[in-house]
């Protein structure tokens, strides 16, 4: 690599983050539902191989998603001129991979940090899907109240985009881990327990349930209850802490030392409350709390990938010529 383009990449890196955090601090601080419908960027402009992947919920929704496969990082060309035409795909290695799929929080779209999440985990080997929920991005209208935590209907999306992505030829079977951060993790931890074509959970400031989320918004976010509502139709009896004692598939979880409102011992009861059997990490970052500019994905970001990747690496079966559980 010439002086001049690793100089040209880390300055590229540096604007990224920083405009990164800027966008991402206005949203990632939500406790209510913010649909986005406007992209900020797209794939292409960080040369990014990717294609768009037609899903429809059962309700007739269309689901804006996109696939990633895993790819070589871009070239020093690529890099210096990326008003080119998109780049093509050449599989790296084997033909199917392990695929990450990562859902949006409560605000915000996959135009955010979604795409750098992409950007570094395709560079290790797994396919990576972005997908927005209905009413946001690019998915069909769909009329909110701003009041709500979440809508049931989201995890009927998340069905929808894990349906379509397993009939990707580069899908490896039995190699699917899903992620999410604060309501987008409450989501995805439901929707690993109880969706088998899903084998593995990654989670950031994960709450317990919404008796004692629901407080510890009020207090810090200065929020009455009547602003932090529930769908009646929604399943909180799924909530983390009541499947974590049946939770089987491997479980990531990442809080800031300092988030307040889902603090580090709700991480350390879900933690806890797993079968001893069932395959776990608890990543603690130093100087970081919920999101925005403190987000302990943002503050720890090479260390998280790198854990995360090899946590998946380590206890996804089919990577080490096994079967799924019964549980996956």
Not at 74 to 79: F, W
Not at 204 to 212: A, K, M, V, W
Not at 279 to 305: C, Q, S, T, W, Y
Request: contains cysteine.
């Amino acid at each position: 690599m010439s002086r001049l383009f690793r100089i040209f990449a880390e300055n590229s890196m540096k604007a990224f983050v920083t405009l990164l955090i800027a966008s991402f601090s206005g949203i990632a601080n939500c406790h209510a539902i913010i649909p986005d419908t406007v992209y900020i960027r797209k794939p292409e402009s960080m040369r990014l191989i990717y294609r768009n992947l037609e899903v429809i919920t059962n309700d007739g929704y269309k689901i804006e998603t996109w696939f990633f496969p895993a790819q070589n990082p871009p070239s020093e060309s690529e890099l210096r001129n990326p008003n080119e035409n998109r780049r093509t795909h050449e599989a790296p290695g084997e033909a199917k991979r392990p695929t990450i799929i990562i859902c949006n929080g409560d605000a915000g779209n996959m135009s955010y940090f979604q795409l750098y999440l992409a950007k570094n985990w395709t560079s290790r080997g797994f396919n990576v899907v972005t997908f927005d929920w209905r009413g946001f991005g690019k998915s069909s209208p769909f009329a909110m109240d701003r009041n709500y935590l979440c809508y049931t209907e989201m995890l009927e999306d998340y069905r929808a985009v894990i349906r379509k992505t397993s009939e990707q030829e580069e899908v490896l079977d039995g190699a699917t881990a899903i992620v999410g951060w604060s309501t987008g993790a409450y989501l995805s931890m439901i929707t690993a327990h109880t969706d088998n074509l899903v084998n593995a959970f990654i989670g950031r400031s994960l709450p317990t349930d919404f008796d004692d989320f629901i407080p510890l918004v009020m207090q810090y976010k200065n929020k009455t209850r009547n602003e932090l509502l529930v769908p009646d139709d929604f399943p909180t009896e799924l909530m983390p802490v009541h499947i974590a004692p049946e939770f089987e598939k491997p479980l990531f979880l990442i809080v800031g030392e300092n988030d307040f409102r889902t603090p580090v011992w709700i991480s350390r009861k879900i933690i806890e409350s797993l079968p001893e059997t069932t395959p776990k990490e608890l990543m603690i970052v130093e100087n970081a709390a919920h999101g925005g500019k403190e987000d302990p994905m943002l503050i720890a970001f090479d260390d998280f990938i790198k854990r995360t990747s090899d946590f998946l690496m380590a206890n996804l079966r089919p990577l080490h010529g096994e079967r799924p559980s019964a549980a996956e």
